[in-house]
């Protein structure tokens, strides 16, 4: 089964460098996971895990400036 039959969400997660990280999943916790299998150990260190924005794709291009 898919594991797009279930709902995925963006997530905004602040950096300690004031940017934010874009990530996607069924929950935070998830998209931290499908985070952690494309970053490195030092990139995943920079997210705040605790702090994060839901988002809908529709309202991302107003957050564009804030990525990093």
């Known amino acids: 089964m898919s594991s797009f039959s279930n709902p995925h969400y963006m997530?905004?997660?602040?950096?300690?460098?004031?940017?934010?990280?874009?990530?996607?999943?069924?929950?935070?916790?998830d998209a931290?996971?499908?985070?952690s299998v494309r970053l490195s150990d030092a990139e995943m260190a920079e997210i705040v895990t605790d702090s994060y924005l839901k988002i809908?794709?529709?309202?991302?291009?107003?957050h564009v400036s804030e990525l990093g």
């Open 56 to 62: 809908s794709q529709r309202d991302l291009q107003k």
């Open 11 to 29: 997530y905004l997660f602040d950096l300690k460098n004031g940017k934010k990280k874009l990530a996607y999943g069924e929950s935070p916790e």
């Open 32 to 35: 931290l996971d499908i985070l």
